[in-house]
């Protein structure tokens, strides 16, 4: 049984176009970790949220974290293609990470 | 050069075979972590590990062992391979703390036939 869900699982949109992921959970996390993976590569991260509540933006990318701490999400404005990837959310509990099973976004030209 | 590297980047190999998968880090991080990733999974804590002295099990250790030979050296072992063991294998490490990014090796791609 999978800690953090995602969904949608999979996501192709028209390059211009919105797009949100959303990470839930019923367990408290003290922070939320979202990750981008390339194929061929480990992931990297993107943004960590810390505050219940906790809005960041990093340029077309806005990351929330739930005011219980326990759900996120990520919303791309104006999709380009190379935002396509596998996107990971991972909560942390005890210094160590749970993952989400992973959103594969594609963004088509 | 990376910070983390991970040998062999692709391996296939029998049932019933012993393999090491091995993890280097240059970034000075006391924390070690093995996971695997299989399609529809995501990420899965194999064993992890605080500083040298230190080794955890994760969700998934059964049928691995790890060894932590420095601070920077962090080796997952196979000791008899079955096909469900086919997988996406990455090394991550991370400063000491709460909060901190996990930076993660390229992947080891291994196949049990």
């Known amino acids: 049984t999978q800690l953090l869900e995602q969904s949608p699982q999979f996501l192709s949109i028209q390059e211009g176009e919105n797009l949100t992921v959303y990470c839930n959970s019923s367990s408290v996390f003290s922070s939320l970790q979202w990750y981008r993976q390339e194929p061929g590569e480990g992931p990297v991260l993107l943004v960590t949220v810390v505050t219940g509540g906790e809005v960041k933006k990093l340029k077309r990318l806005t990351f929330q974290f739930g005011d219980a701490r326990k759900d996120s999400s990520l919303h791309i404005t104006a999709a380009q293609p190379g935002d396509t990837g596998l996107y990971l959310c991972?909560?942390?509990?005890?210094?160590?990470?749970?993952f989400g099973a992973g959103t594969t976004v594609t963004v088509r030209a | 050069d990376a910070d983390v590297t991970q040998t062999p980047r692709n391996r296939i190999t029998k049932t019933g075979k012993r393999i090491m998968l091995e993890c280097s880090q240059t970034?000075?991080?006391?924390?070690m972590y093995w996971y695997r990733q299989d399609p529809g999974l995501g990420l899965r804590l194999i064993y992890y590990s605080f500083d040298v002295k230190d080794i955890n099990k994760g969700e998934i250790s059964d049928g691995y062992s790890v060894s932590r030979q420095a601070q920077a050296k962090f080796s997952l072992s196979l000791e008899s391979a079955i096909p469900n063991q086919t997988a996406l294998y990455f090394c991550?490490?991370?400063?000491?703390?709460?909060?901190?990014?996990?930076?993660f090796g390229p992947g080891t791609r291994l196949t049990v036939l």
């Open positions: 970034k000075g991080h006391d924390r």
């Open positions: 991972a909560g942390e509990d005890d210094y160590k990470l749970s």
């Open positions: 991550a490490t991370s400063a000491a703390g709460a909060h901190h990014e996990q930076f």
